[in-house]
């Protein structure tokens, strides 16, 4: 096959989530260890960082990438779900899977997946171990696909694993409470294998992973106890940001800058300060010059999109991949500092999301361009558009996001803003990502 007809096969053969939601939902380990088992288990052989979280597993994941390729390993990064390009997924030092790694790896695994029936995630994590062990790569950041203890990524035993933010998401599949959703994330916590806890939130979701921690011997570290990450404003389009150690009070680092610019990112860079802390004290060697570099151009070396990232200017147009309550609520209130004119909102969420507390989230005095994903799970733009009245967000219907967005452009004047968001396939779809 070629390589578009390989793509089309693995997306029309096998489940996939992305495009049609709990019914491509396959929790378990067993066929995810049959198909790594087929290929000679290369998940074993090299090591891995393991990465699990609500919100900011996926700037947690490429920041330590960055992180590690600027201090001269050879890095493999696995991501979901991509938003432009299938490859996107498996990276090595930045740069995607090549095409025909991909036409092998199924021409050559074909037989496996009849037999399996595996999902559409189950094959690209087993397709992403082994390119890893292809291209000899001295670690690989592996990023979990949705909760942690079922998913198809936890058959990995890591030098690290890193928790970020907790909260509501996935449900029908992870729990109806903050402490079960907690427990599925704190499911990749391995025996006697250091655990970094990005931010401590309550007393529940501490409770969870101290005592998940403590059944598996595994020393724990939460990250916001331990650092401080301060906001200095914005230099050349990047957040500066400095570092405290809340133990000491010691300033450990001042006038560090990230192109990684929102403002839910300083949780996850106290988050990877401490995981950089655990690695060094394993051996790893990571420098003050390649942690600044990678943190001033993680986007650049990893090829990460659509993370609070500014497209144009006058109006300013921003993205920003947030999808549930919690990661919303952050980006909106930025969104709100830098506005100085009309809010402008290009949005569109899946069907199968309870949005009513994310459109509640949203001012009623902006206007609104509703437009929805090119995505089988897809809420049609209309029926957000009745839904969002319910909450006095009022606007026109789109056909796509960038009928919406050219739209908003046009009727913006300079000193406008405009948010585009909603689902990451929302983000996905914008010409100009």
């Known amino acids: 096959m070629t390589y578009q007809e390989t793509i089309g096969y693995l ?146 035993t890591p030098e690290l694993s890193v928790i970020t933010n907790i909260s509501f998401d996935h449900m029908q599949f992870l729990g109806d409470t903050l402490g079960k959703i907690a427990s599925e994330k704190a499911g990749i916590i391995k025996n006697g294998i250091p655990v970094v806890v990005s931010e401590e939130q309550n007393a529940e979701i501490t ?20 650092y401080e990450v301060g906001y200095n404003g914005m230099v050349e389009g990047k957040m500066q940001i400095s570092i405290k150690n809340r133990i000491s009070g010691e300033l450990v680092a001042g006038d560090l800058l990230s192109d990684l610019s929102g403002s839910y990112q300083l949780k996850n860079i106290a988050g990877v300060w401490a995981a950089k802390e655990v690695l060094i004290s394993k051996g790893w060697k990571i420098t003050d010059v ?23 200017q006058n109006p300013d147009v921003y993205c920003d ?31 199968d999301k309870d949005i009513s507390t994310m459109l509640s989230l949203f001012p009623a005095d902006a206007a609104y361009y509703f437009c929805e994903p090119s995505n089988m799970r897809a809420l049609k733009a209309p029926e957000l558009q009745s839904r969002a009245l319910e909450y006095g967000l009022a606007g026109h219907v789109f056909d796509n996001v960038n009928e919406a967005l050219t739209a908003a452009i046009n009727e913006s004047r300079p000193t406008d803003a405009i948010y585009v968001g909603g689902s990451t396939f929302v983000v996905a779809d914008i010409e100009s990502l």
């Open 11 to 156: 997306y029309d053969r096998l489940p996939v989530f992305q495009h049609i939601g709990a019914r491509a939902f396959k929790p378990g380990l067993h066929t995810t260890r049959e198909l790594c088992k087929a290929l000679g288990d290369p998940q074993d052989k090299y090591p891995t960082i393991h990465i699990a979280g609500t919100n900011g597993k996926g700037s947690t994941s490429h920041l330590l990438a960055a992180i590690l390729q600027e201090s001269g390993y050879n890095v493999g990064l696995y991501t979901s779900p991509h938003l432009k390009d299938f490859r996107e997924r498996i990276r090595v030092n930045g740069q995607p899977v090549p095409e025909n790694f991909i036409v092998e790896f199924v021409d050559d695994q074909k037989s496996n997946i009849d037999r399996l029936f595996p999902s559409f995630f189950e094959v690209t994590v087993a397709m992403a171990f082994s390119y890893f062990e292809k291209a000899n790569v001295d670690v690989a950041v592996i990023e979990v696909g949705m909760g942690g203890r079922l998913d198809s990524t936890n058959v990995i």
């Open 207 to 226: 409770d969870v992973m101290t005592a998940a921690a403590k059944a598996a011997n595994a020393p724990l570290t939460f990250a916001s106890r331990a």
């Open 290 to 312: 390649a942690l600044a570099n990678a943190l001033k151009a993680a986007s650049a070396i990893t090829g990460l999109k659509g993370r609070w990232q500014q497209l144009r």
């Open 321 to 351: 991949t947030a999808h549930n309550t919690a990661g919303l609520t952050l980006t909106l209130a930025q969104f709100d500092s830098v506005c100085k004119g009309t809010k402008r909102f290009v949005i569109g969420f899946v069907a």
